[in-house]
């Protein structure tokens, strides 16, 4: 019984209290090891620099893709996104013949019915969170949440069929979002002026149009820097 009690001791010199066990003592080499200094910062391969640095914090910000049925949505989150984009992808049926116009993409197999998610971080301070909306009218419903918290808005355009994104430009004028048009060139199709585009879709002169391909990560990256750039122009707060 002695030597129990002695070793106790030795082990421990703050006793157990109300069925506490004892905790170690400042000399215990296990505490010295278990404590990490809080002067190093934790290393992770492959992490960002901001994502170390606890002082600060990535600005987030969102933007919405919007535009009529098979216009490139889905195929812009996707060249652009840094992670696995979130797909909502359904096979079209007979049931949307009636609805769905497939003429200029007779090779569609599938739809959007919610949304599109993707990620880009553009700099050290800046993260884009990249929202597709769904192009059927049946769909329009959604967009009041998804464009909820956005900074702005793209509006993709194939000049096949201009007056597919009328409805997209239209909800943007009335809401008051940001928002500037991509026309997404297709081949084989003629390709127009910014200036032609403009001026057949009776955009006001202060919305930035682009000529782009939704499959070129790098011409997609240059859309979200001209659709930031707009953004911080009209809401500079």
């Not at 019984?1 to 004892?22: F, Q």
């Given at each position: 019984?002695?030597?129990?009690?002695?070793?106790?001791?030795?082990?421990?010199?703050?006793?157990?209290?109300?069925?506490?066990?004892?905790q170690p003592g400042a000399e215990d080499p296990l505490l010295d090891t278990a404590e990490a200094d809080p002067a190093e910062p934790d290393t992770?391969?492959?992490?960002?620099?901001?994502q170390l640095d606890h002082s600060r914090a990535p600005i987030a910000t969102k933007i919405v893709v919007?535009?009529?049925f098979g216009v490139g949505k889905t195929t812009f989150v996707r060249a652009v996104s840094e992670i696995t984009p979130l797909q909502t992808e359904a096979l079209m049926t007979r049931a949307s013949e009636d609805t769905d116009d497939l003429t200029a993409t007779p090779d569609k197999l599938t739809t959007t019915v919610a949304m599109d998610f993707g990620r880009?971080?553009?700099?050290?301070?800046?993260?884009?969170y990249v929202f597709g909306t769904p192009g059927q009218q049946r769909f329009w419903f959604m967009w009041d949440d998804l464009?909820?918290?956005?900074?702005?808005?793209?509006?993709?355009a194939d000049t096949r069929r201009l007056t597919d994104c009328f409805p997209a430009l239209d909800y943007f004028e009335s809401c008051g979002l940001p928002y500037i048009?991509?026309?997404?060139?297709?081949?084989?199709?003629?390709?127009?002026?910014?200036?032609?585009?403009r001026e057949a879709l009776t955009v006001p002169a202060h919305v930035p149009v682009v000529i782009m391909d939704a499959r070129k990560r790098y011409s997609v990256v240059e859309s979200l820097l001209a659709m930031v750039a707009h953004a911080l122009e009209a809401t500079p707060e």
């Open positions: 019984m002695d030597s129990v009690v002695s070793d106790a001791t030795a082990v421990s010199e703050t006793p157990a209290v109300a069925g506490i066990p004892a992770e391969e492959g992490a960002q620099d901001w919007a535009g009529g880009i971080t553009l700099d050290n301070d800046l993260v884009l464009v909820r918290g956005a900074i702005g808005a793209i509006v993709l048009v991509a026309v997404n060139h297709f081949e084989g199709t003629e390709l127009f002026e910014a200036d032609d585009v």
